[in-house]
């Protein structure tokens, strides 16, 4: 996932950044210290049948590149599975759930297919996938406890994990310099404390985009789970963000713009890929970047520019990211051969190679660091334990759009938070009825 300004990366979260592991994401504790973890048995018995399996550009835009490099991974699955027939598709990213919700329909859909996080729920709760906590059992203990929570359902497995992207902090070092700021804010208060630094040198503390084409993923909702909050009730059937901790994490966004803390016109207008006050040096902290964006910051702004940190924190240290992975849909004639594949595909040397498709995190923290070498990509590996994903509900994508408006009503100073958060609820509690 690649955010090379903020514009680029709210399209990209959708996508990319949900793949792109180096989030280019989507959450302090090491990766390495729980040992190596032997590789499960990979179905002991006989199994037979046909998978087709839809996945979409994984190691660059060239959908024959990829496919070459899933041909190879085939081959190695059939050679050990000679009675199973797998067939790969690389198809496109673009409306990518919509032609699989339509192929679903049609009875023409995947057996098996790569899918985000976001979209688990609206398959699983459709009744389209396989429940997979018996492929998991062998070894669920290898995967990172966020990455299977995050691939589940009403507490069933419905994704067998293969990746992880992650958004933390990234400051620009020579803004700091310029500014006089030593110390490098990890907390809301001293995030606001330095603010008059770097606005009494003409510069911003940080970007807040709040464009209404930005997802929340990026701005609301991780200041909201830092505060302790959450955007709807544990059963999902009630908004929950019009709270004490939705209202802490808001206020933190109008001070950030009352204070001249970020640039205005960033609340209203995404800018373009090369004009955000990041990537043009004005800002001097971003609050959620992923790897990606720092690597094409620093080749923009130099090299070493950036220092890349934990999350930002209040009463939680988290962030955004997502976790990506494979599902078997109910529709598949051959069941056990799907599973056998998925298995394959998620155990620990085949995930290393798909990882390296396109230099994404490992969900398996018997894998070690992938990238200690890698000054960029190894700072954020570290944080993954740490990625807080999105809103586990069919009806995420219209919740950030309804409540979206609301929010940015109350940083431009047209309604007080308090009347922002609750005309939202409204508006949400309507979208969650009508989803029953």
């Not at 955010?3 to 592991?21: C, D, E, I, N, W």
């Not at 020579?174 to 006089?180: D, N, P, R």
């Not at 155990?347 to 992938?370: A, H, Q, V």
């Amino acid at each position: 996932m690649q955010q090379r300004s903020s514009k680029a990366f709210s399209t990209a979260v959708s996508r990319r950044s949900v793949l792109r592991g180096a989030l280019a994401g989507a959450i302090t504790v090491p990766l390495i210290g729980r040992g190596a973890f032997a590789a499960p048995a990979i179905q002991t018995g006989k199994v037979a049948g046909n998978v087709t399996m839809w996945v979409y550009p994984l190691a660059g835009a060239d959908l024959n590149e990829n496919k070459k490099k899933w041909d190879a991974v085939v081959s190695d699955f059939q050679g050990k599975n000679p009675d199973v027939k797998v067939k790969v598709e690389v198809l496109p990213w673009t409306n990518r759930n919509e032609k699989l919700t339509t192929a679903i329909a049609a009875g023409a859909g995947p057996d098996v297919c790569y899918l985000n996080d976001d979209f688990i729920p609206q398959h699983a709760g459709d009744g389209n996938l396989v429940d997979l906590d018996d492929l998991l059992a062998a070894d669920k203990s290898d995967f990172l406890e966020n990455a299977v929570a995050n691939m589940s359902y009403d507490g069933k497995v419905y994704g067998a994990p293969i990746l992880m992207t992650i958004t933390t902090m990234a400051y620009n070092t020579k803004l700091f310099e310029k500014a006089g700021v030593k110390d490098y804010p990890a907390t809301w208060d001293e995030m606001l404390a330095a603010g008059p630094a770097f606005r009494d040198a003409g510069l911003y503390l940080t970007s807040y985009v709040g464009a209404l084409t930005q997802t929340l993923n990026l701005n609301y909702y991780p200041l909201l789970w830092q505060a302790g909050g959450k955007v709807l009730s544990d059963d999902g059937t009630k908004a929950a963000f019009n709270s004490p901790e939705g209202l802490d994490a808001l206020n933190f966004v109008v001070k950030l713009f009352d204070e001249k803390f970020v640039d205005k016109s960033e609340g209203v207008t995404a800018p373009e890929p090369d004009r955000g006050s990041l990537i043009t040096g004005k800002a001097a902290v971003s609050m959620t970047t992923d790897s990606a964006t720092v690597q094409q910051l620093e080749k923009t702004l130099g090299e070493g520019a950036f220092k890349v940190a934990g999350p930002l924190k209040n009463k939680v240290q988290t962030s955004y990211g997502t976790t990506a992975g494979f599902s078997v849909f109910k529709h598949a004639k051959d069941q056990d051969a799907a599973k056998a594949w998925v298995q394959y595909l998620t155990s620990p040397e085949t995930m290393k190679t798909i990882l390296g498709f396109g230099g994404y995190f490992s969900p398996r923290p018997s894998l070690g660091s992938l990238y200690a070498n890698d000054p960029i990509l190894g700072a954020f590996e570290q944080y993954l334990p740490m990625m807080h994903s999105g809103v586990k509900s069919k009806s995420a994508r219209q919740i950030i759009s309804s409540l979206a408006p609301h929010l940015q009503s109350a940083f431009l100073g047209k309604s007080s938070a308090e009347d922002a958060l609750k005309a939202g609820e409204k508006d949400v509690n309507q979208i969650l009825e009508r989803a029953k």
